[in-house]
């Protein structure tokens, strides 16, 4: 069916940057809503940003003006440029999407595994 893989996290300083990778791949027609979501232990998953095909971006009032979420649909991919961060940021980083399956008229939500992001000096 449908495979996201989550890349680019990391151990980084307060302040500091990272940029994450969201790749799709399999049996996909197309990709509606992209977006990005994290976790961190005792807490719910939390929306960070969501992006449309068309580019229109969301994000989550705590990442605003700090982080940036893009996409490219040629390569089904999707990217996260997290600056300036904190260590509240620290969390494992999921990729969900929105995908019309090839051949199908499902339409459903996939998961990526996950990429650890640690903010801490």
């Known amino acids: 069916q449908v495979q996201l893989v989550e890349s680019g996290g990391g151990l980084v300083q307060p302040g500091g940057s990272l940029r994450l990778s969201c790749a799709a791949s399999?049996?996909?027609?197309?990709?509606?809503?992209m977006g990005w979501y994290r976790q961190s232990p005792g807490k719910e998953r939390e929306l960070v940003a969501t992006i449309t095909s068309r580019g229109s971006a969301n994000y989550t009032d705590s990442v605003k003006g700090r982080f940036t979420i893009s996409r490219d649909n040629a390569k089904n991919t999707m990217y996260l440029q997290m600056n300036s961060l904190k260590p509240e940021d620290t969390a494992l980083y999921y990729c969900?999407?929105?995908?019309?399956?090839?051949?199908?008229?499902?339409?459903?939500?996939?998961w990526g595994q996950g990429t650890q992001v640690t903010v801490s000096s």
């Open positions: 969900n999407a929105d995908v019309r399956v090839l051949r199908s008229d499902s339409r459903r939500d996939y």
């Open positions: 399999g049996s996909i027609f197309s990709i509606s809503v």
